[in-house]
C-alpha cells in the first residue's frame, strides 16, 4: 500500500444522479494511477478525522490527475492519502 502527503488543489462537481453526487478532486502530488482505489484522510477543524473513498481516478485531456470521491474536501486542505485501502 502506497501512502503520501498532499494537498486538494481544485475540487469540481463530476455529476449529479438521483440526488447523489459525485465530485472530482485534483491534488498537488498524488500516487494514485488511472483505475486505482483507496482512500483520502484529512483532519477537520474540530478534530474529527474525515476518510474519503477513492472510486476511481482519472486524467484529462491536460494531463490532471482526478480522484472521484462522493464527499469533496475543500481546497487548501492537507490530506493523507492511501492507495489500495478500501474505504468503500
Given at each position: 500500500m502506497n501512502e503520501f502527503a498532499?494537498?486538494?488543489m481544485d475540487?469540481?462537481?463530476?455529476?449529479?444522479l438521483a440526488g447523489r453526487q459525485r465530485w472530482q478532486m485534483?491534488?498537488?502530488r498524488?500516487?494514485?494511477a488511472?483505475?486505482?482505489?483507496g482512500v483520502i484522510e484529512a483532519i477537520?477543524?474540530?478534530?474529527a478525522r474525515l476518510e474519503v473513498p477513492v472510486l476511481?481516478?482519472?486524467?484529462d485531456d491536460a494531463g490532471e490527475v482526478w480522484?472521484?470521491?462522493?464527499?469533496?474536501?475543500?481546497a487548501g486542505t492537507a490530506v493523507m492519502g492511501r492507495v489500495g485501502e478500501s474505504g468503500v
Open positions: 498532499a494537498v486538494v475540487i469540481r462537481e463530476q455529476s449529479r485534483a491534488l498537488d498524488t500516487e494514485f488511472v483505475g486505482d482505489r477537520a477543524r474540530s478534530g476511481d481516478v482519472e486524467v480522484h472521484l470521491v462522493e464527499k469533496p474536501l475543500a
